[in-house]
């Protein structure tokens, strides 16, 4: 009896891997976005090619004649959860944290102010990121972890490294035209609290064109020896050290490293113009005030779950309440209903962490499979209810066309790829007869919608 | 009933870009844990008997298997303690001897590197 994957991201993958080798049912799996692969494709930054290969074995995976993708389909809007759970015998959500944690400070909804998922999802191409305002010639990233390192990185980077990755040629174009020349790291934390990775850190400082500024003393070997420092931080605080007291080299742009700062406003009348921060006494050495003239702040403070129609869902944790992955309704664990990766331990961990915890659920999964009636061809029922509600699905096919169309715009520009980041424009990529071989007989203009 | 392994080899290992790679170094020998093995994203960690091993043309250095050792046996290759340096041959040479190559899954287990065997 098939089991149903709301989500295609990297835990969805896992699950579904995993469900292929434990079992022979036949997987559905159920996408928001016209496009799989979630946050490998639009939160993995593009100049990380390695991590971006995981692409390569993630299509083994969905590729499987036991997968079926249904792409641009939201579960909750275009199909219930109650239909998922009376068509399939088990239904595992891979809903991720979509949502990112904010500051609460007055102008953070000024243009120009954007969350960290926002800014990702920008520069990833993501069908509903909002354009980044060009023109300013600082910008403010808030929070010490790797996603605060990625946005700054894309900010400072020459515009040239970025050619032979996939970012979307609008993106690129305005990396390109970009004015910026410092880009500031703040964070509330002491040096203590900074939760970047070391090897992440370390790359900064190996960017062509870009200088890395640290403000404030950082706390010597000793004094962190003494305090039995995790191995990263030791590391991490060695890397900024390093860096410590360096004189500019005279390159165009630098990254600034500032902790113990707490953001005050976001000042504009329209567009952010500043914003303004007070030392709070976790980082010594520093001045008392920071002041940037920045006209686009990103505040990088972590992701978050967002409540699914009809899921139970804790606003304390952020998670879906779940026993080792099988979902809690009302004090009692569902039989039928899984949840994995974000959606189920909170947004921490990298790529890869997501495989234990989809082996995790799929055990659970298999451990008590109670016996169910349900219908064996259950993509006949769905479709015929997408078909009802106008809704128009994305197939394998259709995503294999996305592929090839921006493979031809990308090499247009002399570029391997170039993502198409416009969800209209992915509908009608994914429907475009000469690429998917098969073709789609609805264009996307019937029967479809916005 | 058809069950087949899906693997996990990229098909572009390590995205054609120069990486160094995550090591396994001597506090795994004779700890039995294996959980770094059901992070790796490519299936390169590989098992001897007495410790595992990553293949260093494989990882693709995401950093999961790190935070997961129990006894704090992994480290970037840019971050060996100075006693661990030889390790990082010894993680290669192993792959190369036993054919650690291609994903973990369905490899059967290889004889350890001598310098590993040797370790009392």
């Given amino acids: ?450 | 009933m058809d069950i087949r392994p899906a693997a996990m080899t990229p098909a572009q290992p390590r995205g054609g870009v120069e990486l160094v790679a995550y090591v396994v170094t001597a506090p795994c020998i004779d700890s039995n844990d294996r959980s770094c093995i059901d992070q790796c994203p490519v299936d390169c960690i590989y098992q001897g008997s007495r410790m595992v091993y990553i293949n260093p043309d494989e990882c693709i250095e995401c950093g999961a298997c790190e935070p997961v050792c129990p006894v704090d046996a992994i480290f970037n290759e840019f971050d060996l303690p100075a006693q661990a340096h030889h390790y990082a041959e010894i993680n290669a040479e192993f792959c190369a001897a036993s054919g650690a190559t291609g994903g973990a899954i369905g490899f059967r287990g290889g004889s350890d590197h001598p310098a590993v065997a040797a370790t009392p």
């Fill in chain 1, 1 to 450: 009896v098939p089991i149903a994957v709301v989500g295609a991201g990297p835990s969805a993958v896992y699950a579904t891997q995993e469900l292929l080798r434990k079992t022979a049912e036949s997987i559905d799996i159920f996408e928001r976005l016209p496009t799989p692969f979630g946050l490998l494709r639009y939160g993995v930054a593009p100049d990380h090619p390695a991590i971006k290969s995981l692409v390569g074995p993630f299509v083994q995976v969905l590729s499987d004649e036991r997968v079926q993708f249904v792409g641009n389909v939201e579960v909750g809007r275009d199909v219930s959860v109650t239909e998922l759970r009376a068509i399939y015998s088990a239904v595992i959500f891979a809903t991720g944290a979509p949502e990112s944690r904010r500051l609460g400070l007055p102008g953070e909804t000024l243009s120009g102010s954007m969350s960290a998922a926002e800014f990702v999802g920008w520069y990833n191409g993501h069908p509903e990121a909002p354009l980044v305002p060009g023109g300013s010639t600082a910008a403010a990233v808030i929070g010490l972890g790797n996603v605060a390192l990625d946005v700054a990185r894309i900010l400072a980077r020459p515009a040239r490294d970025l050619a032979q990755t996939d970012v979307p040629e609008h993106v690129l174009s305005a990396l390109r035209c970009s004015r910026i020349r410092d880009v500031h790291i703040v964070g509330r934390a002491g040096f203590e609290g900074v939760k970047f990775t070391a090897k992440e850190l370390r790359e900064i400082g190996s960017i062509e064109d870009l200088d890395v500024v640290v403000h404030g003393d950082i706390p010597s070997e000793s004094a962190i020896s003494l305090r039995a420092a995790p191995p990263n931080l030791v590391r991490s605080l060695d890397i900024l050290r390093s860096w410590s007291g360096r004189p500019r080299t005279g390159a165009p742009r630098a990254i600034h490293v500032h902790v113990g700062m707490e953001p005050v406003d976001i000042v504009g009348d329209e567009q952010v113009v500043r914003v303004r921060f007070r030392a709070n006494g976790r980082g010594s050495g520093g001045s008392s005030r920071l002041e940037l003239a920045a006209g686009l702040v990103v505040s990088c403070l972590g992701y978050r779950s967002a409540p699914i129609m009809e899921l139970p869902f804790d606003r304390a944790t952020g998670v879906v309440p779940n026993v080792r992955g099988r979902i809690v309704r009302g004090g009692a664990a569902s039989p039928t209903e899984f949840v994995v990766g974000w959606a189920k331990r909170g947004a921490t961990g990298v790529i890869g962490s997501n495989r234990a915890d989809a082996i995790e659920t799929v055990a659970e999964l298999l451990a008590r499979q109670p016996p169910v009636d349900r219908p064996t061809r259950p993509m006949d029922i769905i479709m015929h209810l997408l078909d009802d509600r106008s809704a128009r699905s994305v197939s394998w096919a259709g995503w294999q066309g996305i592929q090839a169309v921006e493979a031809r715009l990308g090499a247009s520009v002399g570029r391997p790829t170039a993502k198409i980041a416009d969800r209209h424009a992915l509908l009608l990529a994914a429907g475009c007869p000469s690429c998917t071989g098969a073709g789609d007989p609805r264009g996307p203009d019937e029967g479809g919608r916005q």
